[in-house]
């Protein structure tokens, strides 16, 4: 039985939360920085869009 025990870990730079090793990473894990493709595609530091104010209600 193979254990996953021993994977290597990062954090990903856009959510700051911890991220495995994964098999589809293993030609580039030193480049890898982003946990998922959500993350990659959120810039780092950014806040979320809120939505306009209607400026007719006063």
Same mark, same amino acid.
Do not use: A, I, T
């Given at each position: 039985?193979? %254990?996953? !025990?021993? =994977?290597? @870990?990062? !954090? /990903?730079?856009? &959510? ?6 994964? @098999?589809?990473?293993e ?5 890898? %920085?982003? /946990?998922?493709? +959500? &993350? ?5 530091? #950014? %806040?979320?869009? #809120?939505? @306009? +104010?209607? #400026? =007719?209600?006063?």
């Amino acid at each position: 039985m193979h %254990k996953k !025990l021993n =994977l290597d @870990k990062k !954090l /990903c730079v856009s &959510c700051k939360r911890p991220f495995s090793w994964r @098999k589809k990473w293993e030609r580039n894990w030193e480049d890898v %920085k982003y /946990c998922s493709k +959500r &993350c990659r595609g959120q810039k780092v530091g #950014s %806040k979320p869009v #809120s939505p @306009k +104010r209607n #400026s =007719l209600s006063h």
